[in-house]
């Protein structure tokens, strides 16, 4: 439905479906960086020519908001990252233009012989005001295959309750940091 998750695909074979879905997004990511910075071009900003073609040379790299950000900070356009992130970069939305159906990508996971697990379930309770039970039946019938239990932003009260949950649903039981450097998730 209306409910945004981050899935985690392991042992997914490199040049199957997923992959490609995934380079997919990267390339539609790229474009829409290339928009905005066209558009604070068109605002005023102003941004080395050098510094934009390094960025876009970066083919294998994903492109974010948070590249843009940098540069803004470089230019004395904002005092952050997360300041330019926030306030300057905050009319900009590319998640909703990237996203995926939960059941296109189990269903690519699968093909691919990974295994699916959903990310940092604690998160999606807080975001959506829900019980991760009102929503995990059906992620396993779309093929989730595990929770991750262990997450730098679960509370140890979390860590237990969602353990149990694995467990008593034969649920396989992963752990991360959720990290994604200093800048945007420390």
Do not use: Q, W
Not at 97 to 120: F, P, Q, Y
Not at 128 to 149: A, N, P
Request: hydrophobic share 40%; aromatic share 6%.
């Amino acid at each position: 439905d209306d409910i945004k998750l981050h899935l985690l695909g392991y042992g997914i074979e490199k040049d199957g479906g997923i992959y490609h879905m995934c380079e997919d997004i990267k390339s539609k990511k790229r474009e829409l960086i290339h928009g905005i910075i066209d558009s604070l071009i068109a605002r005023g900003y102003r941004f080395d020519k050098k510094d934009l073609e390094m960025l876009f040379s970066l083919n294998d790299k994903a492109l974010t908001k948070v590249d843009i950000a940098r540069l803004l900070v470089k230019y004395g356009e904002a005092r952050s990252v997360n300041e330019a992130y926030n306030t300057i970069l905050a009319p900009y939305k590319i998640g909703s233009k990237v996203r995926a159906e939960a059941s296109v990508v189990t269903s690519l996971i699968k093909e691919d012989n990974g295994i699916c697990i959903l990310a940092h379930p604690g998160d999606i309770e807080k975001k959506y005001g829900i019980d991760i039970l009102d929503i995990l039946d059906d992620l396993r019938k779309i093929g989730i295959d595990g929770i991750e239990v262990f997450n730098s932003k679960h509370t140890p009260e979390d860590v237990v309750r969602f353990l149990k949950i694995a467990k008593e649903r034969s649920l396989l039981i992963t752990g991360g940091s959720d990290y994604h450097g200093m800048i945007n998730k420390p």
